[in-house]
């Protein structure tokens, strides 16, 4: 039934203009702003023509799950470029991050995986795949 649909996500912040100066600031992506008032909304537009719709919610509480996950050639090189960028990494109890905050992975899943939030506490991560 929606298999051809241009289906999207999207997730809540409390500050939108603190989202957009992270999302297309710290984070390089492609950020358009529309809407008025009470109905404005980013979209991301991500490299993959994907298309992520953020709101604002004045009742706003964190995704306590990963919205985001960035794939990336190089997650060492990535880690480095978010904490040069200023963006701080989450160690979660449960895994054995190395010393930047990465996980790595054995068989069956990414090489390597660190997460971090958004301004809004919504969880994102880069991960580098087999």
């Known amino acids: 039934m929606f298999g051809q649909s241009q289906a999207f996500s999207g997730f809540s912040v409390d500050d939108l203009g603190e989202a957009?100066?992270?999302?297309?600031e710290t984070l390089g992506l492609e950020?358009?702003?529309?809407?008025?008032?009470?109905?404005?909304?980013?979209i991301l537009k991500l490299g993959s023509?994907?298309?992520?719709?953020?709101?604002?919610?004045?009742?706003?509480?964190?995704?306590?799950f990963t919205i985001l996950n960035f794939p990336v050639?190089?997650?060492?090189?990535?880690?480095?470029?978010?904490?040069?960028?200023?963006?701080?990494?989450?160690?979660?109890?449960?895994?054995?991050h190395d010393e930047k905050g990465i996980v790595r992975v054995g068989e069956g899943g990414p090489t390597g995986i660190a997460w971090f939030t958004d301004p809004a506490g919504n969880?994102?991560?880069?991960?580098?795949?087999n």
């Open 73 to 96: 050639d190089d997650i060492t090189a990535a880690v480095d470029e978010l904490e040069r960028r200023g963006v701080s990494l989450e160690r979660y109890s449960g895994f054995e």
């Open 49 to 64: 023509g994907a298309q992520v719709f953020v709101y604002p919610k004045a009742t706003h509480t964190p995704a306590s």
């Open 20 to 24: 957009r100066r992270f999302y297309g």
């Open 31 to 42: 950020v358009e702003e529309t809407g008025e008032g009470d109905m404005r909304v980013l």
């Open 123 to 129: 969880v994102l991560s880069v991960l580098q795949e």
